[in-house]
């Protein structure tokens, strides 16, 4: 990665500067990447022969970083080729012969690879991040006129298999830290087609390409924290000049203010641009339409994506100020799925109050048969009960019923049943939880549960980056541990005769989680004994 971005830098710094200072280390960084033995990551793939690991130089793959360095060669030769060849004629023609033996010939040819969406594969953002880095190659190297309109023809009906993926309020069921290269390498491909036919293949018109934008700002919690589900950090850096130019695409204000108030930020240490060089292009020539543009958070108050069963409401629509306050049904099949089906998160004034802790550093267990031996993938570690010993169960068929939403000017709350997300052992027959935000200060989650044995007990967890007291029977304060601002405090209630509250602490060791929390996490447990009401129910109060 290191060396792809600094091939990167050192062509937008050629063509800024067009002197030849930069073109010695350009030749050796492309010479350099054509002799590496592959340019897949073999272990996300698949398709490595058993035992080592090993890529097999036989058969490239065409994945995400193979397609990515295939881009970043073509915009390579298409920007500064005719400078290399100066240097030495082998240049232009090995990268040439490498991209369309590595990438580009084996995505034409092949209709097996799985992110396509083609031959009963699976799909998710695979899709339009490959598809999109596709692209560049096929349409600024390949000569073959008749090839390259297959090729093109071919990236078109697997991104309609990625579309067909989506519920039509455009909802990501990855989390708003896939969206970059999801959403977003969906918004890539169109402005690369927009602009290959000069304008004669423009969709922003369907409201599904406009709601899958959209998205974006209706998980935007304040500042960089968005709602974290699934494989997402709670922090998320937005891809700031790509949201700007959706949002004017499809003429949304909200998603327009939102690109511009993310680039402020990013940019307060001087102006320039981030991402690939198709992204930095566009990103450099709007540099000046960005930096004049309105900039603003759009806190939009309610938001509910049925599709996959997300709501969202604060208490007051524009300002951070107030409860915050999320949740989820779903299933436990989802793309880069938690077992959380019924988990909520609540911030206050725009911080992390009660949370899902994210994701970890990436390694090989994280998408192997392991996977759920993660503590950040387990419903246990989420808000969510413990019944009998027994947590959540990944699948498709774990999954939500009777999922409910309501708002209105006072209030906002999710119903859903929860029991079908666990497994027969667990004894659950129903669990109905409702999930409600009263707009003038309270946070209530409702439990209301039927189970057939409770010989095993049952603990319902909390998570919380705040300072925890158990301030007595039925009451417990939460503090948020802050240096630079005023520390917000809440009460939580919960029934003292049903339930009794401990509190462990999650020391953190992963780089990626402490750069979100720090160094700790509380679980707060509030258990019910072995041999509890069968049927019973009890009320959480999350007061400011």
Request: include cysteine; charged fraction near 25%; charge should be negative.
């Amino acid at each position: 990665f290191e060396r792809r971005s600094r091939l990167r830098d050192l062509v937008l710094a050629e063509c800024v500067e067009g002197r030849g200072r930069f073109l010695d280390e350009i030749l050796n960084g492309v010479w350099a990447i054509c002799e590496e033995s592959s340019w897949a990551i073999s272990a996300h793939v698949g398709h490595q022969k058993a035992g080592v690991g090993l890529p097999d130089t036989e058969d490239p793959q065409v994945a995400l970083f193979s397609c990515e360095t295939a881009s970043l060669l073509a915009w390579t030769v298409y920007l500064v080729g005719g400078r290399l060849d100066e240097g030495s004629p082998l240049i232009t023609s090995r990268l040439d012969r490498e991209i369309k033996r590595r990438v580009l010939d084996p995505a034409i040819e092949r209709d097996d690879w799985p992110w396509m969406g083609f031959e009963g594969g699976w799909v998710n953002n695979w899709n339009p991040w490959c598809n999109s880095n596709l692209l560049s190659p096929l349409l600024l190297l390949e000569r073959q006129e008749a090839r390259r309109a297959a090729g093109v023809h071919k990236i078109l009906r697997s991104l309609d298999v990625f579309l067909g993926s989506y519920q039509a309020d455009g909802g990501c069921d990855e989390g708003p830290g896939y969206w970059n290269v999801a959403g977003g390498a969906l918004f890539d491909c169109l402005e690369v087609l927009r602009s290959a036919t000069g304008g004669a293949l423009d969709v922003y018109d369907q409201p599904l390409v406009q709601e899958i934008g959209r998205y974006i700002y209706r998980v935007h919690i304040h500042d960089r924290y968005y709602i974290n589900f699934a494989d997402a950090s709670a922090k998320v850096g937005i891809a700031d000049d790509l949201v700007f130019r959706y949002g004017k695409r499809i003429g949304d204000k909200n998603l327009m203010a939102l690109g511009a108030w993310a680039a402020r930020g990013r940019m307060a240490a001087g102006p320039g641009a981030s991402g690939s060089i198709g992204r930095q292009l566009p990103a450099l020539a709007g540099l000046e339409e960005l930096q004049a543009a309105p900039a603003a958070q759009p806190l939009v108050r309610d938001v509910w994506l049925q599709g996959i069963h997300v709501m969202a409401a604060r208490s007051a629509g524009g300002a951070a100020e107030g409860l915050y306050l999320a949740a989820k049904g779903g299933h436990n099949a989802e793309s880069h799925n938690h077992n959380d089906v019924g988990n909520f998160i609540v911030y206050v004034d725009g911080r992390p109050a009660i949370i899902d802790a994210g994701v970890g550093t990436y390694t090989a267990k994280t998408f192997s048969p392991q996977r759920y031996e993660i503590w950040t993938m387990q419903s246990a570690y989420h808000n969510l009960p413990t019944v009998n010993g027994v947590m959540q169960q990944e699948g498709r068929e774990f999954a939500a019923r009777d999922v409910r939403y309501r708002s209105g000017s006072s209030f906002a709350e999710l119903s859903l049943d929860i029991a079908g997300a666990y497994p027969p052992r667990a004894g659950v027959e129903s669990w109905k939880r409702k999930i409600r935000l009263d707009r003038a200060g309270e946070v209530r989650v409702e439990d209301d549960y039927k189970l057939t044995r409770s010989d095993g007990g049952l603990t319902l967890s909390l998570l919380t980056p705040c300072r925890v007291a158990l301030e007595g029977p039925g009451r417990i304060v939460l503090t948020e541990k802050a240096e630079a601002v005023e520390a917000f405090s809440l009460r939580v209630y919960y029934p003292a005769g049903k339930l009794t509250a401990a509190v462990e602490s999650i020391t953190l060791d992963d780089a990626r989680l402490e750069s979100v929390w720090g160094g700790e996490l509380n679980r707060i447990l509030l258990s019910a004994p072995a041999g509890a009401p069968l049927r019973d129910k009890w009320t959480l109060k999350v007061v400011k």
